[in-house]
């Protein structure tokens, strides 16, 4: 069964931290690589970061240098550390394989992220 499940999304105020959890079925998670996109209010979906299965990690610009992807492989699971957030960050953030499309694949319901004071 196809399944995702993210978690730790919150309220915080700007230069804070938040870590994302994804718990991933088998059948996903056996794909190489596994990624977190946002989408705030109004915009597309986007890519944030990526990780391969041996630890190779990719970041988006606007995030590069305060976030941290990691995974699990014997949890099936996916993380991401967030440091400095600020407003802009903001955004439903989703867990899926590299490459997902917003239409057409398999989404969880994601986890709201807020940066406000």
């Known amino acids: 069964q196809v399944q995702l499940v993210e978690s730790g999304g919150d309220l915080v105020q700007p230069g804070g931290s938040l870590r994302l959890s994804c718990a991933a079925s088998?059948?996903?998670?056996?794909?190489?690589?596994m990624g977190w996109y946002r989408q705030a209010p109004g915009k597309e979906r986007a890519l944030v970061a990526y990780?391969?299965?041996?630890?190779?990690?990719y970041y988006a610009d606007s995030v590069k240098g305060r976030f941290t992807i990691s995974r699990d492989n014997a949890k099936n699971t996916v993380y991401l550390q967030m440091n400095s957030l600020k407003s802009e960050d903001t955004a439903v953030y989703y867990c899926n394989k590299y490459g997902s499309k917003t239409d057409g694949d398999y989404w969880g319901q994601g986890t709201q992220v807020t940066v406000s004071s």
């Open positions: 990780i391969t299965r041996g630890g190779y990690t």
């Open positions: 088998g059948s996903i998670f056996s794909v190489n690589v």
